[in-house]
């Protein structure tokens, strides 16, 4: 074998090794944002099972809360977790859902429901509104909440199951009033 196809052989293997080595990286990569979205719902169906587990001694429906407060968000795929470390060990109650215990526990709630505040905005107007409407409304007087739109339209949507609001649709646009009470 001649040194120049010694080198050559060589600059295939180094550029095969380089090749390999980039796509490795890149699964490598694919495979941590798959990990990142999986804690994410691993930490949201954990929240929700722990609520389960409170709620499940009432017999009356209507006790039970409309929506989680302050639920992580499970909306993009490329964002990375806040933790990096994954749960190994029995799941443990986030400082959050403590503190939301303790609270229902006495009897209030930390802050509003969900539902009621759209509840509340849905009740200054007389006209049917979007849900994408009052979730701008609601951004803009409670800084503090950020449901997305999802977590918006279901929270009206059960409002509708349950019958405090009503449900207009209109071509492909769906609006939201407030049912009137009646006051006899």
Do not use: C, W
């Not at 990286?25 to 954990?46: G, H, I, M, N, S």
């Not at 859902?97 to 759209?118: M, V």
């Not at 009052?134 to 059960?158: A, C, F, G, I």
């Amino acid at each position: 074998m001649t040194s120049q196809s010694a080198a050559t052989l060589r600059s295939r293997y180094v550029a095969q090794a380089a090749s390999d080595l980039e796509e490795n990286r890149r699964r490598q990569k694919e495979l941590e944002d798959r990990l990142a979205v999986l804690k994410q719902e691993e930490a949201l169906l954990t929240d929700i099972l722990n609520l389960a587990e409170r709620y499940e001694g009432f017999a009356d429906a209507n006790r039970l809360p409309e929506q989680v407060q302050d639920e992580p968000a499970v909306t993009k795929t490329h964002q990375k977790p806040a933790r990096s470390s994954a749960r190994r060990s029995a799941p443990t109650k986030s400082p959050k859902a403590t503190a939301l215990a303790k609270a229902s526990a006495k009897g209030r709630s930390p802050q509003p429901l969900l539902g009621d505040l759209l509840s509340e905005l849905l009740g200054q107007y007389e006209e049917p509104r979007p849900a994408k409407e009052l979730r701008e409304e609601l951004l803009e007087k409670h800084p503090d909440r950020n449901p997305t739109p999802q977590v918006v339209r279901n929270t009206l949507e059960s409002l509708v199951a349950k019958g405090r609001i009503r449900r207009h649709k209109h071509e492909r646009s769906v609006m939201y009033t407030l049912v009137e009470k009646d006051a006899g």
